[in-house]
């Protein structure tokens, strides 16, 4: 179909369980009844395993994040569902889709491997008691969870892009009752071997190596069992994992059951609903199945309902055993303490934020007025100049404020949204400079494609994903940082609030926030420069291939500005975190924080100005239009 026939879908239309009207009402009210039940079950667990001195073991840590990944899942998918059944017009927005399909992707893996994790924690407690909590550490407990998140982060976010970077035809119905993989790859008119490829291998690698993780252990659990002489002591260890078993029947079973039944037996009916029991029911029993046949779950239930303000109490007993204290707000050290540099310094950032918030007003400006610079280069570059220009904004104006008061203080909240913000910002910007290098790669390799491939959809994607992904990692840092508890010391040794110097300052075990800033660091900075460098071999090979030298120059000055961006912002990174630990001192990392968040912010938009002919052009054309108007 030639790309003129195609039109933009904007938003699609569930089909929902049923188109029987008759039916409507009644399946509202019985949803409302499991989605009410699955909210109350989980954040009771939630709750329980929180507060309860006795449930603090790594088997209720396991089942609380169980908890939270279930109260996601059917959250993500019912209001919506519950919603449609009372209205005609049953659609969903083309983003709001992708967003749903993300998020629940995210959790469906997540429950995939929290079981695993589950279950050989349950091998451990069965077949190695003695060293139950010596095997099973809280470390371990952080790293299980953590390589969780991890998995299901990486496999939604390449499985929802894949999905989306297809054209989508005039059709825009989803058979289902949510936004689904298969679903939407059906509606597709562009070639889905990639996208059908990716999920499909997601999908085995990660069932396949949960599924290993499982019954290698309960094989490990059964064999010990039959081992022990007395039925008492068989019977208290069946007991032990009897709870998690019954949850890993009924899970894997409707999975099994949904996907390797035979193709003839497949019908749309079946599979909602098979959808329905793994997406809303099992969110419902997992709670019910611990309760019901755990014996220590139902004596916190009875301790929690017949005396809950005891539990409160007890569990801030705990909190002053262990030495915690409220903060208001902490001091920052700032760029340096000698007075006599107070008043240069402050003139000095004070130029700096200002050609960078004119510089990147403009850039934004330019390339949102400007009818020749409306290219998938300049897209990705407004959004740039927006991470900078806020990026700088987190930090120039309370650093500005600091020195010229001589009062280096910030209050708890401020400096919550402060570490939030630069997070985001920062974030975005290392994953908005990857999807413009594979621009650049796209323009030099792939020239007469080039809007083809890099359409209006697929821009979209690759800066929507980087926001929201910036927005989760940021709010997990914060929020994970700001429940802890800080020690009465609260000198911040920067000059903004930046997660090392803060967690540095926590009295609680800082184990679980070190090892999550880690892991998404690397894979943040991992992923991007990855991309990165592949785009640049690639586009290195094609410039080499050129014969003529001034088709070579050409291919390189569309890069140039670009490489040049690239090589200032990953080599202050690189520097900043992969330097030996003892060349590190406080000075050097001030430096280093100094110029990628305020200087290179204010050298992007310089370097897109004075090494872009087209910037220049559409500068040239603006101020004309100016003048002449004047």
Not at 160 to 169: A, D, H, L, R, W
Not at 373 to 395: G, I, N, W
Request: hydrophobic letters at 50%.
């Amino acid at each position: 179909m030639a790309p003129g026939n195609l039109s933009q879908v904007t938003e699609f239309i569930l089909m929902g369980i049923s188109d029987r009207l008759e039916l409507q009402i009644p399946l509202f009210f019985v949803f409302l009844v499991i989605y009410g039940l699955t909210v109350a079950g989980n954040l009771g667990i939630i709750t329980l395993t929180s507060v309860d001195s006795r449930l603090q073991t790594p088997m209720y840590f396991f089942l609380r994040h169980l908890a939270v990944v279930n109260l996601g899942t059917s959250t993500v998918i019912a209001p919506k569902m519950l919603v449609n059944f009372l209205v005609s017009k049953k659609t969903i927005s083309y983003y709001g889709c992708a967003v749903q399909l993300c998020a629940f992707a995210i959790f469906i893996v997540a429950e995939i491997f929290t079981l695993a994790a589950m279950a050989y924690d349950r091998y451990v407690a069965v077949c190695n008691p003695l060293h139950y909590m010596v095997v099973v550490s809280p470390q371990t407990c952080l790293l299980l969870v953590s390589l969780t998140h991890v998995c299901s982060l990486t496999t939604a976010l390449t499985s929802t892009s894949c999905v989306f970077s297809m054209s989508y035809c005039s059709s825009n119905v989803i058979n289902h009752f949510y936004c689904d993989n298969v679903p939407l790859l059906a509606l597709s008119c562009s070639d889905t071997y990639v996208p059908e490829t990716a999920v499909f291998t997601f999908s085995v690698i990660n069932l396949f190596f949960s599924m290993i993780i499982v019954l290698i252990s309960y094989f490990n659990i059964i064999l010990a069992i039959l081992r022990i002489h007395s039925s008492e002591g068989r019977h208290k260890a069946f007991s032990t994992c009897a709870s998690h078993l019954t949850a890993v029947t009924v899970f894997y079973g409707t999975l099994l059951f949904m996907y390797l039944q035979p193709g003839t037996n497949h019908s749309l009916d079946t599979d909602k609903m098979a959808s329905v029991f793994y997406t809303l029911v099992i969110p419902m029993l997992n709670p019910l199945i611990y309760s019901l046949r755990n014996k220590d779950v139902k004596d916190a239930w009875k301790r929690f309902l017949h005396n809950p303000c005891q539990s409160l109490i007890s569990w801030i007993a705990w909190m002053d055993k262990h030495n915690l204290t409220v903060l208001n707000g902490f001091i920052l050290l700032g760029v340096t303490d000698l007075p006599e540099l107070q008043a240069p310094l402050f003139w000095f950032f004070f130029i700096v934020y200002m050609v960078s918030s004119v510089g990147n007003l403009g850039l934004i400006i330019l390339t949102k007025i400007d009818s020749r610079l409306q290219t998938p280069m300049y897209f990705f570059l407004r959004h740039l100049a927006f991470c900078d220009l806020s990026c700088s904004t987190a930090v120039g104006p309370k650093m500005l404020v600091n020195l010229a008061a001589n009062q280096h203080t910030i209050s708890y909240n401020w400096c919550a949204l402060q570490l939030t913000f630069f997070s985001m910002f920062i974030t975005s910007e290392n994953l908005i400079l990857s999807a413009m290098a594979y621009d650049r790669y796209v323009a030099i390799c792939n020239p007469l494609l080039y809007r083809v491939i890099m359409s209006q959809r697929l821009c979209h994607l690759l800066v929507a994903v980087p926001y929201l992904y910036s927005v989760f990692l940021s709010l997990l840092t914060t929020i994970k940082i700001f429940i802890s508890s800080f020690c009465g010391y609260h000198v911040i040794r920067h000059f903004y609030c930046d997660s090392l110097p803060l967690i540095s300052l926590l009295c609680s075990d800082t184990h679980e926030i070190k090892l999550i800033i880690l892991l998404f660091a690397a894979l943040t900075l991992t992923y991007s420069l990855l991309i990165v460098v592949m785009s640049y071999i690639l586009i290195l090979v094609a410039i080499l291939r050129m014969n003529s030298a001034e088709g070579r120059h050409k291919a390189f000055s569309i890069c140039g500005s670009h490489l040049t961006v690239i090589v200032i912002f990953y080599g202050s990174l690189l520097f900043m975190y992969v330097r030996p630990k003892s060349s590190h001192s406080l000075d050097t990392d001030k430096m280093a924080s100094l110029f990628y968040t305020l200087v290179i912010p204010m050298l992007n938009p310089l370097i897109y100005s004075l090494r872009n002919k087209e910037v220049k052009n559409a500068l040239k054309r603006t101020w004309n239009v100016c003048k002449y108007s004047i």
